[in-house]
């Protein structure tokens, strides 16, 4: 798993490993934790599942372009006014 340090940009792929990571985390150890009598909260679930789902997107796309797919593409029908 990628890890955090400050001073390093991240690839797509870096970011979605280290969000994955997070939601193991808040999932295993729990959101809130105390420390020395002082209470942290480490993460909204339902924000880390947001940013997942987004930073897959990502990497899906980039992976749709690197093998020549290009981005997906649909038809739309519009009807002129009467």
Do not use: H, S
């Not at 990571?21 to 808040?26: F, S």
């Not at 992976?63 to 002129?80: E, F, H, S, V, Y």
Request: hydrophobic share 40%; no cysteine.
């Amino acid at each position: 798993m990628a890890k955090f340090a400050a001073e390093f940009t991240y690839t797509d792929q870096e970011i979605l490993d280290l969000l994955r990571e997070g939601l193991l985390r808040v999932t295993v150890e729990g959101q809130e934790y105390e420390f020395r009598g002082r209470r942290f909260t480490m993460a909204n679930l339902n924000d880390l599942q947001e940013a997942i789902r987004i930073y897959e997107n990502r990497v899906n796309a980039a992976a749709n372009l690197a093998a020549g797919r290009g981005p997906a593409r649909g038809t739309m029908r519009l009807n002129r006014p009467d």
